[in-house]
């Protein structure tokens, strides 16, 4: 099935789901919209306090090669099942989502361009770019409001482990981008440009 992949990476809080979420909403139908973090390591050996230690911003907290299978097989026109992750447990659910293929697939997560294999799947590879500051806020309210975490530990994970992995990981991976997305969904000419692209070859 020839279909057009694309990439979207950037740091926590950058605003690069509203940018999939705004492309797939332009593409309409024969789209699916693939997150990097329903691809979390499920960790049943270890109790909740010792998941929420974990460094979920570091490559090896992802099984990124089941995602390079799951594309895979959706460029072959495949439909796949994508495990569901649970943030507020830290555990991945029993069920798990069917997405079947289609002309543009998006794929979106903090480090989807710093791993080469995703790379060299992806079409088109997008960065989104944001200051520091309106991340680490978006960050905050988002795990308090919708992962019911504590400020406190928003706090110390943040500076143990989400800024120390953007820096090495993150940032770095700017360098793969075909496109470079300033402030987001707020970039009104980038995402018209993108969504003329992407609908156009969706439904040419």
Known sequence: MHCLV?????????????????????VATNV?????DSYYRDRPELTYDQC??????????LETELLVTHLTALKRGEPVSVPVYDFTTHRR???TLRVAPAR???????LVLADA?????????????????IRVFRRIRRDIEQRGRSFDS?????????????LE??????????????????NEVALDILCTKLRTFAHG
Do not use: C
């Open 104 to 110: 543009v697939i998006i794929v979106e997560g903090i």
């Open 169 to 186: 990981f993150v940032e770095p991976s700017k360098r793969w981008a075909d496109m470079i997305i300033p402030e987001g969904g707020r």
């Open 93 to 95: 659910a029993v069920d």
């Open 6 to 26: 694309v990439g979207i990476a950037g740091a926590t809080g950058s605003g690069k789901s509203t940018v999939a979420s705004r492309l797939a909403d332009a």
């Open 52 to 61: 929420s230690a974990l460094n979920f911003d570091h490559p090896d907290a």
């Open 154 to 166: 928003v706090r110390q994970q943040y500076y143990s482990t989400v800024r120390p992995m953007t």
């Open 32 to 36: 699916a919209l693939l997150q990097h």
């Open 117 to 133: 294999r995703l790379r060299e799947l992806f079409d088109i590879k997008l960065f989104v770019d944001t200051d520091a500051d």
